[in-house]
């Protein structure tokens, strides 16, 4: 029998449109000025602009009396020229395997979603960079929600820092930074940008959000422990390994341009000869920084053993790593997982053409948390029919 669902639920009023600008998200140097914009001198500006981030992303404060290395007045000018503000959590669900997934909400009154995976050695937010998406890959959930419009930085850093604030993994009052930095146990180790949407479609953004969440004195997660995926914006590759610099995954799902063509559409922009072209071209690939493979496994599609023969071959010369992902079902999806012994029998071909090839753990599909399973439309038809 299988355990109940146990959902623990949040719902909180729609709030009015804020008008003051958003602190979060903003870079250091957009910081500088508004810290002159609150009356700091220029010189005093940069000094200002570090002891804010400081208190943003390693102390996690959420109001100006927190700081309490500036003075009153310039807390109280801070706070009538900015806000220091969040995504709000509209729901969040706990699966039976520790999965959270949360209903998020942004300026506009829209929604988004995002999914917090506990292991036994790291913790992984999965982060949305748009609100719906333009891809339509067929397999997956969020391909059927149309782009309502893309997240700015604040609201992709907002994600980290609410996770954060869930988790309890601010330093408390006497502790440092660097006891929870250092420990080796912080509950939220790694970043994926897997959610809702397009990461290179929204570039600059999803750019300067990771720059943030990747700065050494503030949220502090190294750049081998974020990861950017992509379905294969082929021109934005290479500046992504350029200016961003983090771990690439690549949504590939298929072997041939007839197979992948109407899994992720966007293959017949660019195929998978100039998908594997800008692979092998990615700034930053090396032994030590992989490019990992994303193949959902759909029974009859792209599961045979000619498939994983051409994957091989494909992949070939590139450093990679190949995640082979069991399909996640939901409702009114047009395929279905592979067979086990099938998933097995792909894997094992891959692994012994000396690729390592992990089969992902399903996790949080009893809440619709899984990988290609987001879909913020799918959760307020759900709030409507239990009366939320």
């Known amino acids: 029998m299988t355990a109940p669902i146990t959902p623990d639920l949040?719902?909180?009023?729609r709030k009015d449109e804020p008008q003051k600008p958003n602190l979060i998200g903003m870079s250091r140097e957009a910081l500088q000025e508004a810290m002159i914009a609150a009356g700091?001198?220029?010189?005093?500006?940069?000094?200002?602009?570090?002891?804010?981030?400081?208190?943003?992303?390693?102390r996690g404060v959420q109001g100006f009396d927190e700081m309490t290395n500036l003075g009153k007045p310039f807390r109280a000018a801070l706070d009538e020229l900015y806000e220091i503000r969040r995504p709000e959590i509209?729901?969040?669900?706990?699966?039976?395997?520790?999965?959270?997934?949360?209903?998020?909400r942004i300026n506009g009154g829209?929604?988004?979603?995002?999914?917090?995976?506990?292991?036994?050695?790291?913790?992984t937010l999965c982060v949305s960079s748009q609100v719906g998406?333009?891809?339509?890959?067929?397999?997956?959930?969020?391909?059927?929600?149309?782009?309502?419009?893309?997240?700015?930085?604040?609201?992709?850093?907002?994600?980290?820092?609410?996770?954060?604030?869930?988790l309890g993994e601010w330093p408390q009052p006497g502790q440092r930074p660097q006891d929870i930095h250092d420990s080796g146990k912080r509950l939220l180790s790694n970043v994926v940008m897997m959610g809702m949407g397009e990461p290179l479609y929204n570039f600059d953004a999803v750019r300067d959000a990771l720059k943030i969440i990747m700065d050494g004195d503030g949220l502090s997660l190294s750049r081998r422990r974020v990861t950017l995926s992509t379905s294969g914006v082929v021109p934005a590759m290479a500046r992504a390994g350029e200016e961003i610099g983090c771990l690439l995954a690549i949504s590939l799902h298929g072997t041939t341009d007839a197979i992948r063509d109407p899994l992720v559409p966007i293959n017949k922009r660019w195929n998978i000869e100039a998908l594997m072209q800008a692979c092998r071209d990615y700034p930053r690939l090396s032994n030590a920084e992989r490019i990992t493979f994303e193949y959902v496994m759909l029974k009859d599609v792209n599961d045979s053993d000619a498939d994983a023969k051409r994957l091989i071959k494909m992949i070939a010369g590139i450093p990679a790593k190949v995640n082979l992902i069991p399909f996640n079902p939901w409702p009114g999806a047009p395929y279905e997982c592979s067979?086990?012994?099938r998933i097995e029998a792909f894997a094992e071909i891959v692994n012994k053409a000396g690729y390592a090839s992990p089969v992902r753990t399903p996790r949080g599909?009893?809440?619709?948390a899984a990988c290609g399973q987001l879909k913020s439309a799918t959760e307020r038809a759900r709030r409507e029919r239990v009366g939320l």
């Open 110 to 123: 829209h929604e988004v979603e995002m999914v917090y995976i506990p292991e036994e050695d790291r913790g």
């Open 10 to 13: 949040l719902t909180v009023p």
């Open 133 to 166: 998406c333009t891809l339509t890959c067929s397999f997956c959930h969020t391909g059927t929600q149309k782009l309502v419009r893309n997240l700015t930085a604040a609201e992709i850093v907002g994600q980290v820092l609410l996770a954060r604030d869930d």
């Open 40 to 58: 700091a001198s220029a010189g005093q500006a940069k000094m200002r602009a570090t002891q804010l981030w400081s208190w943003l992303y390693t």
């Open 365 to 368: 599909r009893d809440i619709l």
């Open 339 to 341: 067979d086990w012994e």
């Open 90 to 104: 509209v729901e969040r669900q706990v699966s039976i395997d520790g999965t959270r997934k949360y209903l998020l």
